[in-house]
């Protein structure tokens, strides 16, 4: 069925490394991919997003890669500071006439000092 | 500040209570939204509001009764909930309703008892 799932519920990860988060969907007629991050005590709030027709797209600190082959999504965040420490959800939207955004479960990183 | 105020930020009722939970947008957006987000689950699209048209009903229980009486406010009037209703209520809005990119509340966090 139609889904969207991170394939690490949580990650820790050393204050100034790198992380990466990945995603997997499902829907082939998903065209454009974002990417939310939620503090504690906060809603979700936009990080990055990325249409169908690219394969990277690089915010501040922040990169998205789009494989659309095997339908994986990534977010790697470089140098990462204790401000980084939140769960992390992807979300896919398609334009089949069916338009609805699909969060995924979401994945907690955890910024060692 | 994302721009979208809840009110209040914990709620706790019984099951026979009524209650409502408040959001409000300084956004000069046109579309707002109700999400409930359960742990361990998705964020799940409750109710969708479009120019203060309700245009999407996700087979939501008739106990939740949606209200928004201008494009900046949005209600969720409650009425004898369930033990498995409580989650945290994140209100969103958008420029439009095809506007993926949302901006969230902090939401509020409803305990039934």
């Known amino acids: 069925g139609e889904s969207v799932g991170l394939h690490l519920p949580t990650l820790s990860v050393q204050e100034g490394d790198n992380s990466i988060i990945n995603c997997a969907y499902s829907?082939?007629?998903?065209?454009?991919f974002i990417w939310y991050k939620q503090e504690s005590g906060k809603g979700p709030q936009f990080i990055i997003d990325?249409?169908?027709?690219?394969d990277k797209r690089q915010g501040q600190r922040v990169t998205v890669l789009l494989n659309k082959t095997v339908k994986h999504l990534s977010l790697q965040i470089a140098a990462t500071q204790p401000g980084d420490s939140a769960v992390y959800f992807c979300?896919?939207?398609?334009?089949?006439?069916?338009?609805?955004?699909?969060f995924g479960t979401g994945t907690r990183l955890t910024i060692i000092p | 500040e994302t721009g979208v105020t809840q009110t209040p930020r914990h709620l706790v009722m019984g099951m026979t209570n009524k209650k409502s939970l408040k959001c409000e947008q300084h956004?000069?957006?046109?579309?707002m939204y109700w999400y409930k987000q359960s742990a361990k689950k998705p964020l799940e699209l409750m109710f969708v509001?479009?120019?203060?048209?309700?245009?999407e009903n996700n087979s939501v229980p008739s106990r939740f009764s949606p209200e928004c009486p201008n494009s900046s406010h949005l209600f969720l009037h409650l009425h004898t909930l369930q033990p498995e209703d409580s989650a945290l209520y994140l209100c969103?809005?958008?420029?439009?309703?095809?506007?993926?990119?949302?901006?969230f509340g902090s939401g509020t966090q409803l305990s039934v008892l």
């Open positions: 509001y479009s120019l203060e048209e309700r245009v």
């Open positions: 829907n082939s007629a998903s065209d454009y």
């Open positions: 990325i249409r169908s027709n690219m």
């Open positions: 956004l000069g957006h046109n579309a």
């Open positions: 979300a896919e939207n398609r334009r089949d006439g069916n338009e609805k955004l699909t």
């Open positions: 969103a809005s958008s420029l439009v309703k095809r506007d993926e990119k949302l901006f």
